[in-house]
Nanobody, 120 residues
Framework: QVQLVESGGGLVQPGGSLRLSCAAS????????MSWYRQAPGKERELVAT????????NYADSMKGRFTISRDNAKNTVFLQMNSLKPEDTAVYYC?????????????WGQGTQVTVSS
């Protein structure tokens, strides 16, 4: 079955950087778009970035543009999120996501999440 395992979170000071990884298994990784979402305490989960199946196309939420970079390595079934110039408001649990369409229905698959805390 689909498994997504995030890693790389932690505590970082404002202005610092982190690189998140998501190892995927149980599906043909190279044929699916992948996304990162995040959820801060008391807030709804929000989309951070999406990368196409080939990695050639990316999209970002406005507040992350220029600071975050999503990428993937299809040979290693892994998607990354490079986060630079981190701000306290980036503190959240970050989740890896993929969507599969089966018989016309869209199913979301999530990892367990990795905590990112930006604080001095």
């Amino acid at each position: 079955q689909v498994q997504l395992v995030e890693s790389g979170g932690g505590l970082v000071q404002p202005g610092g950087s982190l690189r998140l990884s998501c190892a995927a298994s149980g599906f043909t990784f190279s044929t699916y778009a992948m996304s990162w979402y995040r959820q801060a305490p008391g807030k709804e989960r929000e989309l951070v970035a999406t990368v196409s199946s080939t990695g050639r196309s990316t999209n970002y939420a406005d507040s992350m543009k220029g600071r975050f970079t999503i990428s993937r390595d299809n040979a290693k079934n892994t998607v990354f999120l490079q986060m630079n110039s981190l701000k306290p408001e980036d503190t959240a649990v970050y989740y890896c996501n993929t969507k599969k369409v089966t018989y016309g229905r869209t199913y979301d698959y999530w990892g367990q999440g990795t905590q990112v805390t930006v604080s001095s």
